[in-house]
């Protein structure tokens, strides 16, 4: 017949511990290895901030000059072929007298 006794709560749980601790063990002793170094820094990147503002600096960037977007003008982000192409279609057609175009091609890409 089967009198085994159950093991204690107790021999369960430290032996649970057990492993819990060797399992973390390893997992350090893994991280140590493929920890990258820290990279070095230069001492005037390290050096102390001065706490004083410099107030000639700050009226410097108060006085620039500042432009509105009516200002600067329409920009344009096309391709220049495609501005070459249209602008020769257009001048080819204006020099053999024919009828003006209304509608110029896109030749964009």
């Not at 430290?14 to 170094?37: C, D, S």
Request: aromatic share 6%; proline share 6%; net charge negative.
């Amino acid at each position: 017949m089967n009198n085994k006794k159950p093991l204690p709560v107790i021999v369960v749980f430290a032996g649970i511990t057990t492993i819990t601790a060797f399992v973390w063990i390893g997992f350090e002793i893994i991280r140590t290895y493929n920890k990258k170094p820290e990279p070095s820094v230069s001492s005037k990147i390290i050096e102390q901030l001065d706490p004083a503002l410099d107030i000639t600096t700050l009226t410097n960037i108060v006085q620039r000059i500042h432009l509105e977007d009516s200002e600067i003008g329409d920009i344009s982000t096309t391709n220049k072929k495609a501005n070459e192409k249209e602008t020769t279609l257009e001048t080819k057609t204006e020099k053999e007298g024919a009828p003006e175009i209304t509608e110029t091609e896109s030749f964009e890409q």
